[in-house]
């Protein structure tokens, strides 16, 4: 299961940060912060994989709407993208 997460710290916020939020709900498979193709800075979003569905819904439930690094955090599902 693939959650979109958004409203991240710019520049407080790196791949490792997100990963050891979300490890604390299951096993992270991947985790991908959008970055700006310019300046290679973030652009506030990214997403996080998880290994089982049911942890990845613990996880979005349970971060969706708190704090991180001073910011409110988004969680939800992420959509499949038709790449037609």
């Known amino acids: ?6 409203n991240l710290s710019f520049d ?3 791949e490792t940060e997100l990963r050891d939020l ?4 299951g096993v992270v ?3 991908r912060l959008i970055r700006d193709r310019q300046t290679d800075k ?6 996080v ?5 049911q942890d990845g819904l613990r996880a979005c439930e ?16 992420a959509e ?5």
Do not use: C, I, P, W
């Not at 979300?22 to 709900?25: D, G």
């Not at 349970?62 to 599902?77: D, M, P, S, W």
């Not at 499949?80 to 037609?84: C, I, K, L």
């Open 22 to 25: 979300f490890e604390q709900y």
């Open 42 to 47: 973030s652009r506030g979003f990214g997403f």
């Open 62 to 77: 349970a971060l969706n709407n708190t704090e991180f690094f001073g910011r409110t955090l988004y969680v939800h599902e």
């Open 80 to 84: 499949e993208r038709n790449h037609d």
């Open 12 to 14: 407080k916020v790196g």
């Open 49 to 53: 994989t998880f290994r089982e569905r």
């Open 29 to 31: 498979k991947d985790v």
């Open 1 to 6: 299961m693939t959650l979109y997460v958004y």
